[in-house]
């Protein structure tokens, strides 16, 4: 939902780049559970889903204000194609 959100006021550059943002951060979010807190499979699939579901929204969130701030459409924009 937040995905949408970000994405209707985004430029096409804008939505590229938030996608590869946000898998850029998952991907390190991920190594970095795996590799400094040393998180197995097993502890992953255990207690491991909600850290992950924080650790995803905080990607986007971060994501979405990075592209915000650098590829929001003009307000015009916006406005025609809501209508």
């Not at 650790?55 to 915000?68: D, R």
Request: aromatic share 14%.
């Amino acid at each position: 939902m937040l995905d949408r959100l970000f994405l209707r006021k985004l430029t096409h550059k804008g939505k590229i780049a938030y996608w590869i943002i946000q898998l850029v951060l998952d991907a390190l979010f991920i190594g970095y559970l795996f590799i400094f807190m040393d998180y197995d499979m097993d502890r992953f699939a255990g207690d491991g889903y909600g850290i992950v579901i924080a650790g995803v929204i905080a990607a986007m969130l971060i994501s979405g204000v990075i592209c915000l701030g650098l590829w929001k459409k003009p307000k015009e924009e916006i406005k025609s194609q809501e209508n």
